[in-house]
């Protein structure tokens, strides 16, 4: 069973940061994708980064240089260190896991609760 604990969303001015970070089951961390959606209201669910089981990441264009995904192995756990923040980011963001990189894109994923990231 893959479990997806999310923790370290809440509210920040504009300009901020904010890590949040996803927990893992050992088996979903060794062998999946693992990153991050976000939906704001109104809005269709974008993917946001996802890293590889080899280590391989992606970034959204529009994160790309103020958002980085990274793991930690020892702790099965994927984080979202996000700088720069913009209002335009304040969505409702969820960690995810599949398989396959293209499982993962369609939103053919394990799904956690989802953290909310507030920017003002």
């Known amino acids: 069973d893959v479990q997806l604990v999310e923790s370290g969303g809440g509210s920040v001015q504009a300009g901020g940061s904010l890590r949040p970070s996803c927990a893992a089951s050992?088996?979903?961390?060794?062998?999946?994708?693992l990153g991050w959606f976000r939906q704001a209201p109104g809005k269709e669910r974008e993917g946001v980064a996802v890293?590889?089981?080899?280590?391989?990441?992606y970034h959204a264009d529009s994160v790309k240089g103020r958002f980085t995904i990274t793991h930690d192995s020892a702790r099965n756990t994927v984080y979202l260190q996000m700088n720069g923040l913009k209002p335009e980011d304040t969505a409702v963001y969820t960690c995810?896991?599949?398989?396959?990189?293209?499982?993962?894109?369609?939103?053919?994923?394990?799904w956690g609760k989802g953290t909310q990231v507030t920017v003002s």
């Open positions: 050992a088996h979903a961390y060794s062998s999946y994708c």
């Open positions: 995810a896991a599949a398989r396959t990189l293209a499982d993962w894109s369609r939103g053919r994923n394990y």
């Open positions: 890293v590889e089981a080899d280590g391989t990441a």
